[in-house]
């Protein structure tokens, strides 16, 4: 009790102004304590959406009968599915198989003649259940529409319907995740997610470390090129990168028993183009920062929208416009679907070349930008 009446405050105050003098020469820390509660403000608030609305649908209506398009028009209003195409039965697949369209309404040919002669044809619906989070909603929408949708049809020759048993059956069949195993889709872009965690964490504090240190004026005196320094700094974490998706791809298998349907080679080849990209987010971001902490301030903010933005733990198609086009700009976005594409669809190169190329693209932008700060440091 004495010791604390012995405080001065004048001499707290002293210490509180020369902190708040440092932090405002420290820009970069103060742009990050305001910038990250802003962000997780924005996304949280405006971006994250646990009941996706509006997903595609492609319609295979091989009755256009009125029946058909009353029964349309009706899953149309539930508003968890927006028809996007009119395709054959053999592309609906192709285009679930894509990742194209979330769900597909198959009506038989002889929809309408069943239902006139008190039979109960099926509506098939064909769902994308690799995210059980993006399609459950929706399905669980479907459950009353044989009693509600053709209320208002039921009429005349078809009035002794209205009062006996739903009209038609909705068969649900559920694509490369019939369970919903919530496993099937977190696991696998766990890979991700712990690439882009690490690597650009442990790439951004290589660098600022070797400045801390003062070791990297001995490093820029040696004859090493800028490219040869960025392929010495970054070939160790390669090795790291793999070792860490192959630990989780063991446990994805062993332990979650996650199917394999497609080629792991191919997969492969995805990995290291993703640790690729986020390796040289990492070495820009060592280019910018002046210590550590920085480095690890910087890997946070951009460590948040990629694991809220990416489809890792919201629907992606349940968030608005602005934040899915900043979710398309992430790689960690593209390698999601492409390792769940190869896992659980068996999805091959001809399917995943776009989100290849999506990652290619911001690898060579993000390297560019770390060679031309790389140049201006050691400049």
Do not use: C
Request: cysteine-free.
């Amino acid at each position: 009790m004495p010791r604390i009446l012995s405080l001065s405050w004048g001499r707290i105050l002293a210490v509180l102004r020369k902190e708040l003098i440092q932090l405002r020469r420290d820009r970069l820390t103060f742009a990050m304590l305001i910038g990250v509660p802003l962000m997780q403000l924005v996304l949280f608030g405006y971006a994250i959406n646990g009941d996706p609305k509006h997903l595609p649908t492609a319609v295979v209506a091989l009755d256009e009968s009125p029946v058909v398009r009353s029964v349309v028009a009706a899953v149309r209003n539930t508003g968890y599915f927006e028809i996007v195409a009119m395709p054959s039965e053999a592309d609906a697949e192709a285009l679930i198989a894509s990742g194209q369209v979330q769900f597909a309404l198959v009506f038989p040919g002889d929809f309408t003649r069943r239902l006139l002669r008190g039979e109960t044809p099926p509506l098939v619906v064909l769902a994308d259940a690799s995210d059980p989070a993006a399609t459950g909603q929706a399905v669980a929408a479907l459950a009353a529409l044989p009693t509600l949708a053709l209320r208002s049809e039921l009429t005349g020759a078809l009035a002794p319907l209205a009062g006996g048993a739903a009209p038609f059956e909705v068969r649900v069949h559920k694509r490369y995740n019939p369970e919903g195993i919530t496993a099937f889709n977190v696991v696998p872009g766990l890979m991700g997610v712990i690439l882009t965690m690490t690597l650009v964490m442990m790439t951004s504090m290589a660098m600022t470390r070797e400045r801390e240190r003062g070791t990297l004026e001995n490093l820029l005196a040696t004859p090493v090129r800028p490219v040869e320094m960025m392929a010495g700094k970054i070939l160790p974490y390669v090795i790291i990168g793999y070792g860490q998706v192959l630990l989780v791809f063991a446990a994805a298998r062993v332990l979650f028993h996650v199917p394999m349907a497609g080629s792991f080679v191919l997969l492969s080849a995805m990995v290291l183009l993703f640790i690729v990209a986020t390796l040289s987010v990492g070495f820009t971001f060592s280019t910018i920062a002046r210590s550590q902490m920085q480095s690890m301030q910087m890997t946070m903010f951009y460590f948040l929208p990629n694991i809220l933005l990416s489809g890792f733990m919201f629907p992606f198609r349940g968030m608005p416009g602005w934040a899915q086009t900043i979710g398309e700009v992430l790689p960690l976005t593209h390698f999601l679907r492409i390792v769940r594409a190869v896992m659980l669809k068996g999805s091959g190169f001809a399917d995943l070349w776009p989100e290849a190329a999506a990652i290619a693209a911001f690898a060579l932008a993000a390297g560019g930008v770390a060679m031309l700060r790389y140049r201006q440091t050691i400049d």
